[in-house]
């Protein structure tokens, strides 16, 4: 039986995550808060944001914005912008 959440980005009962995707307390809170659904979509909007601005996973400002990113993305508004290069396939 999988563990149910009430995501915070969906707005709605769903299948929660099965460990704790991102360390400490913000990981904490995604496992509590997020469904398994909304960290796929996450995943997703992160390969677009590394990609189109060409990110560096060393980069102390590049894991900065995508913390900045992910939060924003799970937490707040579900409407972010894309980024103005991208152009869906």
Request: hydrophobic fraction near 40%.
């Amino acid at each position: 039986m999988s563990r149910r959440v009430f995501c915070a980005r969906l707005k709605q009962e769903a299948d929660g995550l099965p460990y704790q995707p991102y360390p400490g307390e913000l990981g904490e809170r995604i496992f509590n808060e997020i469904s398994a659904e909304a960290w796929k979509q996450w995943l997703a909007q992160q390969t677009i944001l590394i990609n189109e601005y060409r990110l560096s996973s060393m980069d102390p400002k590049a894991k900065l914005f995508l913390r900045e990113q992910m939060e924003e993305f799970l937490f707040g508004d579900a409407n972010l912008a894309m980024p103005e290069a991208y152009k869906p396939s």
